[in-house]
């Protein structure tokens, strides 16, 4: 039953990471990086502590023996892969943030075999390969001479460094057994990342440069929360303990996809023939990984 539920949660988490997105491109000029990041995941984890407090007060033994794994998954997913990516949106452009993302799931899958000892199949490699080319044919709108035309700029370490510490965040929650739940261990992920983000999130309030607080960044904190934050995140840690990392990492290939589709819904952006090869691209790498997935 778990199985079922999983293989269907993970066509989701993509699309709850789009929002992230649209807020990362809407918070410039509204709320600094880490402020946003460090609100976001604030409120995440003060509803997670909530939810979680009994089970949490039950094994806090564990969870105090183990803070320094909080602290590092804080810092690789909610610090790095966070407030990082909002500085990179103020330098880079889009393309080149999918393109450098795009190569985390990859990261991940070949750690999973080396690190983790999961087993990964031909088809499979040949699933993320379908996808990986997928995700690129739509982000250069299928006219792959656009790649000659990319241009790294500072933003793009910092993409880099996201990229780096996802697939760090995927393998090390993976590798370090928790008794805990979902819900309870990202809680305490939270705490660590609160904890690294707080410092510069009150030195950036401190600076005469940063956007004023108003109702609109409120909005931003509220809706990361919930949505790619709480929503994502616990989809992708607790599908993660059923189907496996590497697994689960190649549904990443769907985001540009749907990015794309909310864009032609939301925005009244036009379709191509580029999304629709490229969807086939993508969906087909997917299902491969999936389909074997459920076999074995």
């Not at 993509?14 to 409120?43: D, E, M, Y």
């Not at 899958?109 to 390969?129: D, I, T």
């Not at 609109?216 to 990361?224: E, F, K, M, R």
Request: with cysteine; proline share 3%; aromatic share 10%.
């Amino acid at each position: 039953m778990h199985l079922r539920i999983a293989l269907v949660l993970i066509w989701l988490t993509p699309l709850l990471w789009t929002v992230n997105q649209i807020a990362a491109r809407i918070a410039p000029g509204v709320v600094a990086p880490h402020v946003l990041a460090c609100g976001r995941w604030s409120l995440a984890g003060l509803i997670l502590l909530l939810l979680a407090r009994k089970e949490l007060w039950r094994k806090r033994s564990w969870v105090v023996a183990t803070w320094y794994q909080s602290v590092i998954l804080g810092a690789c997913g909610m610090w790095i892969c966070g407030a990082w990516v909002y500085i990179a949106g103020q330098s880079t452009s889009a393309m080149n943030i999918s393109l450098i993302y795009a190569s985390s799931p990859v990261l991940i899958a070949l750690g999973s075999v080396v690190w983790l000892g999961e087993s990964f199949g031909k088809r499979q490699m040949l699933g993320v390969a379908l996808a990986l080319i997928g995700v690129a044919h739509v982000v250069v709108r299928g006219d792959w001479s656009h790649l000659a035309q990319v241009q790294l700029v500072a933003g793009d370490l910092w993409i880099v460094a996201a990229s780096i510490a996802w697939a760090a965040y995927a393998l090390l929650q993976r590798k370090w057994y928790s008794p805990l739940s979902a819900t309870a261990r990202l809680a305490t992920i939270c705490m660590g990342g609160v904890a690294v983000l707080l410092p510069f999130a009150l030195w950036e309030l401190a600076s005469v440069d940063t956007p004023v607080l108003g109702q609109q960044a409120y909005w931003l904190i509220g809706l990361t929360a919930l949505v790619p934050g709480l929503g994502a995140y616990w989809i992708y840690g607790w599908t993660q303990k059923i189907l496996g990392t590497s697994r689960v990492a190649v549904t990443l290939y769907l985001g540009p996809l749907y990015a794309g589709l909310a864009a032609w819904l939301l925005l009244g952006e036009s379709m191509g023939w580029h999304h629709v090869v490229g969807a086939a691209l993508i969906l087909s790498g997917v299902g491969l990984v999936m389909a074997f997935t459920h076999k074995a």
